[in-house]
C-alpha cells in the first residue's frame, strides 16, 4: 500500500522526521499540528505533504482535518500518530489544569485520532495504525506523574483497540521508546533537568528505524520498545518491579 498517510505531530520531533520519510518514501502525507507555523516549515521541507493545523484535543477539528485530508489525497492508509505534551510535577503539588491538559493531549489526542480514521479503514479491509506510547508509561518515575498516567491510558486504549479490529485488516502498533532526543526532551531539561538523570536519549531516526522493522514483520508485536536497553527494562518492570523502583528513585535525583 502506499496511500495518503496521516501523521499528527508534524510540526517538530518524530512526528516531523516520520513525515518527511513518508514524503520521501512517495506517500501523499497530510500533515498535522496545533503549531502552525513549525508545521508549515515541514511542509516547505517536503512538498508532497499537506498541512492542517488542527489540535488533536478538538474531536470536531481533527474530523474536519481527517475529512479534508481524504478529499485532496486521497483514503488514509497509515496513521502515525506521534502528538505529545509532558508537564512536569510532583504529583501532590501540580496543578489540576496541567495535569488535565496532558492527558487531553496525549490520551484523548489518540482517541480522537483513531475515531476519525480507524473506522474507513476497516470498512476498506485495510490500513495501519501507528501510535507512539512510551516507556514511562510502563516505568513511571518521579515528577513524571501526568505524562507517566496518560501514556498509560495510551496503551490500555491501543491493545483494546488492536483487540476490537482483530480479523479486520487493520494493524496497529504502538512503539514504546524510552527518551528520545526531540524537543519535547528539551523541554523536559529546560524545566527539571534531574528529572532525566543527566541522559542522553535516542536518535529519532533510529527509533523510526525501529518501527519501520516492526512494520515489515507482520509477526511483530503491538508493543515494540526501540531503543537500547528499552525491552530490558519493561521485562524488569514486570519480573522485579520493587527493584526497579528503587533503582529508578535512586537514579532521578531529587528536584532543586
Not at 483487540?163 to 494493524?171: A, K, L, S, W
Not at 508493543?223 to 525491552?231: E, L, S
Not at 520493587?242 to 535512586?250: A, I, Y
Request: hydrophobic share 45%; aromatic share 4%.
Amino acid at each position: 500500500m502506499n496511500g495518503t498517510a496521516l501523521v499528527t505531530g508534524a510540526a517538530s520531533g518524530l512526528g516531523r522526521l516520520a513525515a518527511l520519510r513518508l514524503a520521501a518514501a512517495g506517500r501523499p502525507v497530510a500533515a498535522l499540528d496545533v503549531d502552525a507555523g513549525n508545521l508549515a516549515r515541514t511542509t516547505w521541507r517536503a512538498p508532497a505533504t499537506r498541512a492542517y493545523p488542527c489540535d488533536v484535543t478538538d474531536e470536531a477539528a481533527v474530523r474536519d482535518a481527517v475529512a479534508a485530508a481524504t478529499a485532496e489525497l486521497g483514503p488514509v492508509e497509515l496513521v502515525v500518530h506521534a502528538a505529545g505534551l509532558c508537564r512536569i510535577g510532583r504529583a501532590l503539588d501540580q496543578p489540576p489544569a496541567e495535569l488535565r491538559r496532558v492527558h487531553e493531549v496525549n490520551y484523548l489526542g489518540t482517541v480522537h485520532v483513531c475515531q476519525a480514521t480507524v473506522p474507513a479503514m476497516v470498512r476498506r479491509g485495510h490500513g495501519t495504525v501507528v501510535v507512539f506510547g512510551s516507556l514511562s508509561g510502563w516505568l513511571p518515575s518521579p515528577r513524571l506523574a501526568a505524562y507517566s498516567s496518560s501514556k498509560c491510558a495510551v496503551h490500555a486504549y491501543c491493545e483494546v483497540l488492536a483487540q476490537e479490529t482483530r480479523g479486520t485488516g487493520v494493524r496497529v502498533l504502538c512503539p514504546c521508546p524510552d527518551q528520545v532526543e526531540t524537543p519535547l526532551a528539551d523541554g523536559v531539561r529546560a524545566v527539571d533537568p534531574a528529572v532525566l538523570g543527566g541522559r542522553t536519549g535516542a536518535d529519532p531516526g533510529a527509533v523510526l528505524d525501529a518501527v519501520d522493522r516492526a512494520l515489515a514483520d507482520p509477526r511483530a508485536p503491538l508493543f515494540v520498545f526501540p531503543g537500547r536497553g528499552a525491552r530490558w527494562v519493561w521485562r524488569a518492570r514486570r519480573l522485579a518491579p520493587r527493584l526497579l523502583g528503587r533503582l529508578v528513585t535512586r537514579y532521578v535525583r531529587p528536584a532543586d
